[in-house]
């Protein structure tokens, strides 16, 4: 299989996953910010890390769309899943109470298996990164302006 076409599946699962995550928390934004307000590590910030969190993911997805930003988004889902992985790892051995913080049919998964998943689409990320190859002809450079 080529590298293009790996790179590419790779950010097509990155971006389904951040558009999903970031717009099912937009959209039950009270319950979302209510969950994150019972979470010991970030009470006092919820109001901005409601808002902060699903803004990220939507940006990340834009950034992994477009070619010419694509690496830089790949660094920022590493970045954004280390992040998650990290606040997962720290609820469930650090915390008296694991609220629920994801929407939509994330919210079905233990945490537990949403600590898996997070570490699965961080390797993802991280293979991204690892295997993208920048455009280095003007004619490449061109054409991806009109690739969307």
């Not at 599946?9 to 995550?21: M, N």
């Not at 006092?44 to 808002?51: E, S």
């Not at 902060?52 to 694509?70: D, H, Q």
Request: net charge positive.
């Amino acid at each position: 299989m080529k590298k293009t076409l790996i790179v590419d599946i790779i950010s097509g699962l990155l971006i389904l996953l951040f558009v999903y995550a970031g717009l099912s928390k937009l959209l039950d934004y009270a319950d979302f910010k209510f969950q994150l307000s019972r979470s010991p590590f970030v009470t006092k910030v919820a109001g901005l890390v409601a808002w902060a969190v699903p803004a990220s993911e939507i940006v990340v997805a834009l950034l992994l769309v477009f070619n010419r930003t694509r690496l830089l988004g790949f660094y920022a889902s590493f970045f954004l899943m280390l992040l998650f992985t990290g606040y997962i790892y720290a609820m469930l051995h650090y915390s008296y109470y694991v609220p629920c913080s994801c929407g939509g049919v994330l919210s079905q998964m233990s945490w537990g298996q949403h600590l898996i998943f997070n570490i699965a689409f961080t390797i993802l990320a991280f293979l991204g990164v690892v295997m993208y190859e920048p455009v280095n002809t003007k004619q490449q450079k061109d054409e991806i302006l009109y690739d969307i």
